[in-house]
């Protein structure tokens, strides 16, 4: 079972949770779901010492004081040298903890790739700023110009990462509350097997679970989630005691 410690120090991993949807661009609902996700988080069977940070205080209304704010507390959280995991909320989170871990190279799994050209970064235009540093897993439904900016995407050689995890990317049969569903998505043994490579080349600094819309439904994607959640768990709490 999880267990809370009270000192960051004692913590394997510490949980942020980032209830926010209004970077969201159709169905709203995902703040829900992040306090959902942290409910699952913490009542994993993972045997693992989280030190919960509880929820961020976002501004519902403004969605750039909201990069501003998570960039900053991810900065300090990042500087403990803890592995962080982010509970969100819409893809927009994304934005200010990726430019808080400012040299990792970036994975994102997700159905769409996040690149749309916009003024407000929002879940639909979050990754554009880092092309530099990040590759798509998963990706089945684009924009012609996103599928051009996609040929712009590079991986380069860093010691850590950031893993994003928009829970769109799985088949909408495992997981079908979600804004955004899209058929034919990755199965639970693929999601597996692309963090397992993903863990053996990088020290996962930094990970966020994004997109849960459990207005939508919850019964059947929290049936994968719990799955998701303990494997993810469980490889940030084997990298802690490596």
């Known amino acids: 079972m999880v267990k809370v410690v009270n000192n960051i120090d004692d913590a394997q991993l510490v949980v942020v949770t980032i209830p926010i949807d209004i970077g969201s661009k159709r169905r709203y609902g995902q703040k829900l779901g992040a306090r959902r996700l942290r409910e699952l988080v913490l009542k994993s069977k993972v045997n ?17 004081k909201n990069h501003k704010l998570i960039e900053s507390e991810a900065k300090k959280l990042l500087s403990e040298g803890k592995s962080v995991l982010f509970l969100g909320g819409d893809h927009s989170i994304s934005y200010g903890i990726c430019k808080a871990n400012k040299s990792s190279m970036i994975y994102s799994f997700d159905a769409h790739p996040d690149l749309v050209k916009e003024d407000l ?23 012609e110009q996103e599928k051009e900016d ?14 994003s995890l928009d829970v769109d990317v799985f088949d909408p049969k495992l997981i079908p509350g979600v804004a955004y569903p899209t058929k034919k998505g990755l199965g639970f043994d693929d999601f597996k097997k692309e963090l397992n490579t993903i863990f053996s080349n990088h020290f996962v600094s930094s990970f966020d679970i994004n997109e849960y819309c459990p207005l939508v439904e919850s019964k059947v994607s929290e049936k994968t989630l719990r799955f998701v959640i303990d494997f993810i768990l469980d490889k940030l709490k084997k990298q802690a005691e490596y």
């Open 48 to 64: 693992v010492n989280v030190f919960d940070y509880d929820e961020l205080f976002v501004d519902n209304f403004d969605l750039s």
């Open 121 to 143: 970064i929002s879940c639909q235009s979050w990754l554009s700023h880092f092309k530099n540093r990040s590759k798509l897993i998963g990706v089945r439904w684009m924009t």
């Open 150 to 163: 996609m040929s712009q995407l590079k991986i380069v050689d860093s010691n850590d990462c950031h893993v």
